[in-house]
């Protein structure tokens, strides 16, 4: 069968000493990017949830030059799913150039007959309206448990012909298998404030509570088998595939997987800590992978939302963010009490994981 890859994905050593080349040139010949450059540069935030019909994160994705997508997923604490539809839908009309969306699907009665049937008439009708993704969530392999307490894992064949039916709409498969891997951890012992507040508001998702169910390398090496299983399907690892704590393992996923890309969804704080104890391998790790990963925040708009603190926060979130991987500026980032120092990566990486990735895997695919 034909291997799907991202074009780019496994460089050849001469292309890879061309890369490293261009990136030592550009590098030399070329400043990086200043905080005066955020709000001019085109940029793709490819992880939002935007749960809201009068989107205060769309305003300021206006301002601060931001295309959109809104990843709809069946959990519990968003509006129910077809809500979520309904609002995406809604915000891609007013504004087509900026705002997409991904779709998804509900688990609840994969057990049934007719579940798939049902869920891929959903999907056709999702990517008829203008879908460019389906999304995966965590409740698969953590939550849903058949009659005998068995807990589902996306190997499961039950889902065999509805990654069949996402292959053959030609949208990638959004993925968010597994925690960060502070999750199995103690509160205390976890690397950064914001998993550290996730897992203390989310106990139901913390799993060092909950020794009895599927571990993370189970998790991580059940997603890696449907990855090869599913070596035609364009694959995205949200949040950084669930191995944010380890660029080496990240890196080694990747080589593994050429039809995979990641995003970086809510998982800043982990590179940057990593960053704080060796700022040159982030950096190396960014260079040679500079085409498989892509921008992504997980900023989420709930209804009830107060707009202009919305605004705010994705304004804060976005700058933050430009700061460490497009500039050479210092910042203190309270979720990790440390002082990181930005990447500066190259103007062409910078481009590439701010817009060109989320393009190439989600727009020019349509
Ligand atoms: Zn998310």
Redesign the pocket.
Known sequence: MHRWSWAVGRASAGALLTGLLFAVAARAGEPAYSMADFGRVRKFDA?V?ANVEDSALLAEARVDGFVLLS?N?DYPDFPPVPEQARIAKALAAVDRARFHFATTFLVKGWIEPGWADAVNAGLTKAVADGALAVKIWKNVGMVEQDAAGRYLSIEDPAFDPVIAHVRDLGVPLIA?QGEPYNCWLPLAKMSTENDRSYFAEHPQYHMYLHPELPGYESLMAARDRFVDRHADLPFVG??LASLEWNVDRLAAFLDAHPNAVVDM??RMTQLQSQSVRDRARVRRFLLRYQDRVLYGT?L?EDPGAVAADTRREAHAFWSSDWQYLATQETQWVPAIRARVAGLALPRAVVRKIYYENAERVFLRRR
């Open positions: 992880h949830h990843i997923v968010h949200a949040h969804a809510a997980d989420t």
